[in-house]
């Protein structure tokens, strides 16, 4: 099959493009802006694999979106290209309402003409085609008792400009399937980390900050309590929704792994300690910093229904994946010292 991703040089796009050209057959053709986010070092790894297209284009620029549609003609679209840091949503929200939303719409569109059109020359492949649209958990706001999980019935109460855009273009796409009968999958699912994670994030900022001795700056009481999921769990089970999973339905994708920021932050000082033994306990730098507006408190996943329907499960539990991640931060200093280099040096952003 043809499938085109969306933002697949950023971290989880990333992830499902070298899991289909390592582990399927699939062609792939990763359609992405590059912007800060994106880096095309994360895919060294399939880069030279005949099966792999780089199309450097916006999706928000119709007319080139609708050329990579005929030129590649894909059976499967997994949408992922998006702003995605809620920091940057504070200090900046209107990239996230052109990307997040007005690029979502100008991508259903020009899938829309592109299907019509398969309709009347390939009825078959038109009836195969399928719009998997990727989204997150933070569009049902937050969870007020310590019990209470997410379920895809819950109803949708987005706090920050991001988790809104996002919150919008899921309803864009699935109002695409009701009013056009576009074929739509959407998938929603908690924190991710692993890998190639840009290091403005949770998780490799602190990998980072703590190698370098520099503070850890822990948001508010660091009590907010987030669901990690491994990014190759997440990139498997995109695309065994995007593959088997049914039209129309949505999936709700978790790890079992709820914990607060704190003990995130602590068991990653605890983790270094083994791997580079530092004289000066890592946890020593932990620093309690003013809170995120509009933070939420907790977020966690009912994942039943994906492992019922398809039958996917996480393999990493939270401890085996965290090492792995920072093992890997360890291995491939080039990967964010040039990041570093670049974009982004570790400055807080979205306190106001
Ligand atoms: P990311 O920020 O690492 O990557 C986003 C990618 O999209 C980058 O490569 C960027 O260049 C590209 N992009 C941005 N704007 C574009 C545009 N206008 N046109 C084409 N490409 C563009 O994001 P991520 O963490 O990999 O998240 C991917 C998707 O998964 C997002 O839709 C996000 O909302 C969703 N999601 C993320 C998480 C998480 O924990 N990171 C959790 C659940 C869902």
């Excluded at 990763?30 to 099966?51: K, P, Q």
């Excluded at 920091?87 to 690029?103: E, L, Y």
């Excluded at 039943?304 to 491939?332: A, C, H, M, S």
Aim: hydrophobic fraction near 35%; charged fraction near 25%; include cysteine.
């Amino acid at each position: 099959m043809n499938i085109l991703v969306t933002g697949g040089a950023g971290f989880i796009g990333s992830a499902v493009v070298r899991y289909l050209i390592e582990q399927t057959d699939h062609r792939v053709v990763n359609v992405d802006a590059l912007t800060y986010a994106g880096n095309l070092e994360s895919l060294t790894e399939v880069e030279g694999s005949e099966r792999y297209a780089f199309e450097h284009v916006d999706i928000n620029n119709a007319a080139q979106m609708q050329a990579v549609f005929e030129r590649h003609q894909p059976d499967v679209v997994m949408h992922l290209a998006a702003e995605s840091h809620v920091d940057r949503s504070i200090d900046g929200p209107a990239a996230f309402i052109q990307t997040n939303i007005v690029g979502t719409y100008t991508l259903l569109e020009a899938a829309r003409q592109y299907w019509n059109g398969l309709k009347e020359r390939a009825p078959e492949k038109a009836a195969g085609f399928r719009f998997h649209h990727i989204s997150t958990d933070e569009v049902y706001g937050d969870l007020e008792g310590p019990e209470d999980l997410f379920t895809e019935e819950t109803p949708y109460a987005p706090s920050s400009p991001y988790s809104a855009s996002k919150a919008s273009s899921d309803h864009l796409v699935r109002a695409w399937q009701r009013t056009y009968g576009l074929p739509v999958l959407v998938t929603n699912c908690s924190n991710n980390y692993g890998p190639y994670h840009f290091p403005e994030k949770l998780i490799p900022l602190m990998i980072l900050n703590a190698l370098a001795g520099k503070a850890l700056p822990v948001y508010g009481d660091g009590q907010q309590v987030r669901d990690w999921l491994y990014v190759e769990d997440h990139a498997r089970a995109l695309v065994k929704v995007a593959l088997e999973g049914e039209v129309g339905e949505t999936y709700n994708i978790g790890g079992h792994n709820e914990k607060t920021n704190l003990e995130v932050v602590e068991t990653l000082c605890d983790l270094l300690q083994e791997l580079v033994p530092s004289e000066r306990s890592y946890r020593k730098l932990i620093t309690f910093v003013a809170d995120r507006p509009g933070h939420d408190l907790r977020y966690a996943i009912d994942a039943d229904k994906i492992e019922r329907e398809l039958g996917w499960r996480p393999e990493e539990t939270f401890e085996t994946g965290l090492r792995k991640t920072v093992q890997w931060y360890l291995d491939n200093r080039q990967w964010w010292q040039r990041v570093q280099d670049g974009s982004y040096q570790g400055e807080r952003l979205g306190s106001l």
